[in-house]
């Protein structure tokens, strides 16, 4: 059985993240999404989400190529994730592109980078919707 990994915060579920969950199950038998738990968004990222941890685990729960959600409460844990889980291939969006290939070195897991769907992103969502409430407002 071929063990994928992944990780995100999954904000505003969308069809770029679909996409991506998709491909990456593609590439074994069984997936794991970590999930970036709200302290962590914060304290690391100076990110708030839309919706809070319990509601995008929910959400990914439901996804037919997810087959196992975790928190993700560091950056540091992810070869520790790696050995625990058992996982050959670790997946991540190409805006990520080098910044773990460290893991490879640390563990026996593979590290690819898929292409993001380009014309979708929380932060393009986020900022659509912004524009959309100001003229919305303005009229």
Do not use: C
């Amino acid at each position: 059985m071929k063990r994928i990994i992944t990780y995100g915060t999954f904000d505003m579920l969308h069809y770029g993240h679909i996409n991506l969950l998709k491909r990456a199950r593609e590439m074994g038998d069984y997936l794991v999404v970590a999930l970036s738990t709200d302290e962590f968004n914060w304290n690391s990222k100076q990110k708030k989400t839309y919706f809070s941890f319990e509601k995008r685990k929910q959400l990914l729960e439901s996804i037919r190529y997810v087959d196992l959600v975790i928190p993700e409460e560091s950056w540091e844990q992810k070869a520790t994730d790696v050995d625990k889980y058992d996982i050959d291939t670790l997946v991540m969006g190409d805006d990520w592109e080098g910044k773990f290939d460290d893991i490879s070195e640390k563990t026996n897991a593979e590290v690819v980078y898929l292409k993001r769907t380009p014309e979708i992103s929380t932060t393009r969502i986020k900022q659509d919707l912004k524009t959309f409430n100001v003229v919305k407002d303005n009229k």
